[in-house]
């Protein structure tokens, strides 16, 4: 597989999930460090994303739990929230996934992802 068909499969579908929230990150990357952003595009999206054995709905859930169990990741969850909800995740998805990371992560870190939801739904429903 060629990097071009990798980096144009993973750009696809990031803009299928995030949008110009994607754009956006990619955008502060290419003065920075464009060949991050390159990686960003090829592996997560064009190479994991892309995969059969899920859809985007279930993937993102996935991350959404991940991020939260972070608990140091405040704006790709944010960015994720917004991905899941693009991609038919409900708002009760959202706030059940992060919360159940309470047993898993401890209660800060689910707080802190219910106020990172808190934010991304008061910006309103995707366009």
Do not use: C, W
Request: glycine fraction near 10%.
């Amino acid at each position: 597989m060629n990097t071009e068909s990798r980096y144009d499969r993973g750009l696809a579908k990031l803009r299928e999930i995030d949008g110009e929230a994607g754009e956006r990150v990619l955008e502060s990357l290419q003065g920075l460090a464009p060949d991050f952003a390159r990686y960003l595009i090829e592996f997560p999206f064009g190479d994991i994303y892309s995969r059969p054995g899920l859809d985007l709905k279930s993937r993102e859930i996935a991350v959404i739990a991940a991020l939260t169990a972070l608990g140091n990741a405040t704006p790709q969850l944010k960015v994720h929230i917004q991905g899941a909800l693009n991609v038919g995740v409900t708002r009760e998805e959202v706030l059940e996934t992060i919360m159940q990371m309470a047993v898993y992560a401890g209660f800060p870190a689910a707080l802190n992802g219910l106020a990172a939801a808190k934010e991304v739904f008061a910006q309103g429903e995707p366009g």
